[in-house]
């Protein structure tokens, strides 16, 4: 069995200034193994107690790395980007510099309105620095996207992303039988006033415990980076 381990920290050697408020709020969170310590990507179902359950943490959101090909009007373009949950803007604190970010009620997969939001590079490179690109539609592999919103200037978590797109988990994926699939990154920022506490798990051993544990700091949140 898989249960919460403690927010990983990075080692020095990787440590950067963060552009985003109070990095030192901000954490990742890996399920861990207790038998060996062994530490995993986080499971769907796993993500979604978490989410429901949170108390220490004023947002908790999940992150899947993915590509898209950008179809224009020359070669397709190779992008990486990737499926985030609405509260990921909450987590990072940072808001979009032009449009705006979608809500939870994208997280759908049936939603037939698929909305991306751009990283400015994105933006600069693909189209031109466009200040009319919000509410504008664009093809990624072979589906139709509505621009919502462009972020800063320097934004890009993961690290290699150039846009963001809504995760969307559907029954299956949060079936209990589910749990052995890791494959999401999970981060979250402090709620105010909660302590810092490095090495306490607010989850423990507890297996029956699926509330995400105490958060210890990150200096640096993009382990994508490496």
């Known amino acids: 069995a898989v249960t919460p381990s403690m927010f990983s920290l990075l080692h020095a050697v990787l440590l950067r200034p963060l552009p985003y408020p109070s990095p030192d709020r901000i954490g990742q969170i890996r399920e861990r193994d207790p038998t060996d310590g062994s530490r995993f990507a986080v499971a769907p179902p796993a993500f979604a107690d978490w989410r429901d359950q949170a108390r220490s943490v004023s947002a908790i959101a999940a992150v899947a790395e993915n590509w898209y090909h950008l179809v224009g009007n020359g070669p397709p373009e190779r992008i990486d980007g990737a499926a985030v ?8 604190g940072v808001a979009p510099a032009l449009g705006g970010w979608f809500s939870r009620a994208k997280e759908q997969p049936d939603d037939a309105d698929q909305v991306v939001v ?24 072979d589906h139709s996207y509505t621009v919502l919103g462009v972020m800063p200037a320097g934004f890009a978590f993961p690290a290699r992303a150039r846009l963001w797109v809504p995760l969307a988990l559907g029954p299956e994926e949060r079936d209990p039988d589910q749990r052995r699939s ?9 709620s105010p006033g909660a302590p810092v506490r490095p090495g306490s798990p607010r989850a423990g051993g507890n297996q029956r415990d699926r509330a995400p544990p105490a958060p210890t700091p990150l200096s640096a949140v993009a382990s994508y980076s490496r």
């Open 182 to 190: 890791h494959y999401l990154t999970a981060v979250a920022r402090l």
């Open 118 to 141: 751009l990283s400015h590079e994105l933006w600069r490179t693909g189209f031109g620095a466009d200040p009319a690109i919000v509410g504008k539609r664009i093809t990624l592999s």
């Open 85 to 92: 949950s609405a509260a990921f803007i909450d987590v990072m």
